[in-house]
């Protein structure tokens, strides 16, 4: 059975910083390319951030460059997202996903989905 479950989320003030982490269970975690998403409100679900199997090639939402890094540790089967400079327009339920093999920006071509950690950034 897989699992991916997401923790580190919370209510930060604008310019904070938070760490999410999702680890992956049940298959082999450097057979898959890993990304985070996200979901405000009344909007679709975006793709923030995305690595490859191996972490050498790193995707990015334009709006979150330069704030945002994406990590993976394929020794403990976990892919990390270290936020800082958070802003309110970041408050989103964040959601981290597999895909087998090669790394995506698109959310339909992810087969495995934790069940998300709420962020909250205050003005």
């Known amino acids: 059975q897989v699992q991916l479950v997401e923790s580190g989320g919370g209510l930060v003030q604008a310019g904070g910083s938070l760490r999410l982490s999702c680890g992956l269970s049940?298959?082999?975690?450097?057979?898959?390319?890993m990304g985070w998403f996200r979901q405000a409100p009344g909007k679709e679900r975006e793709f923030v951030a995305g690595?490859?199997?191996?972490?050498?090639?790193?995707y990015y939402k334009e709006s979150v460059k330069g704030r945002f890094t994406i990590s993976r540790d394929n020794a403990n089967n976990t892919v990390a997202l270290q936020m800082n400079s958070l802003k309110p327009d970041d408050t989103a339920v964040y959601y981290c996903?597999?895909?087998?093999?090669?790394?995506?920006?698109?959310?339909?071509?992810?087969?495995?989905w934790g069940q998300g950690t709420q962020v909250t950034v205050s003005s």
């Open positions: 049940g298959r082999t975690f450097s057979n898959y390319a």
């Open positions: 690595i490859s199997r191996s972490g050498g090639s790193i």
């Open positions: 996903a597999a895909r087998w093999w090669v790394l995506t920006t698109l959310p339909s071509e992810y087969g495995y």
